[in-house]
């Protein structure tokens, strides 16, 4: 069984599902996705995300406004320990800074940051990092506001073996997703093969990143199964064992018993 921790469910394309969630979801467990997590991207549609995936016990929700998105309700730390309280919100984000697609004065990416960094040391519920081209200050900032404290994920890892360190000491899990699948990511290829077996989860991060064979098409949590197996292949060993580590590690960090 696999776990897909990283999904916008309320962003996949569901034309080839006769634009019908249910079907999506019966799809995804007769391809034996035992769990979906499914992320926070802003305030504003998170009324509709938490309708589409209600009723489903396989599916659970985060909570956090995204760094990149602008023009949005920026909440107070109040504001996500309110919406973080409800069960099956289980983690914090995605949040984190983004020096990529975000320029200029970044000092409202950072109090953003810092502010899901307090919600969640209040909820001790883990947080889910988005970091780009801004690696140093994220664990600048983690450190400083005590996030090893709740630790969390460093979702879609893009880094370098030293940034995983450092992470993994601050008590973060490292997420790979399509991209450790594509040609040039060397480096995160590296680091896959010597990240900790009790640290690591897959993921998706669908819509978006569709691994190899399905790059640049839309994505699906049903595709994890690729993740999975690119990092069998670069650990030498099976897709089952990849399969049961990340399943158990999911568990142990969000503190969850299987369904
Ligand atoms: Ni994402």
New binding site residues.
Partial sequence: MLIDS?C?LDRIDLKPYQDNFDCFMQEAEASQIEHLLC?AIDLESYPAMLDLVAGFRQISVTVGVHPNVQDCQDPSVDELVALGQADNVIGIG?TGLDYFRSTGDLFWQHQRFRNHIRAAKILKKPLII?TREAGQDTLRILEEEGAREIGGII??FTEDWEFAEKALDLNFYISFSGIVTFNNAKEIKEVAKKVPADRFLIET?SPYLAPVPFRGRPNYPTYVRYVAEHLAELCGTSLNKIADLSTENFYTLFKLKPL
């Fill in positions: 990283h916008h992320i995605e988005h979702h879609c991060d």
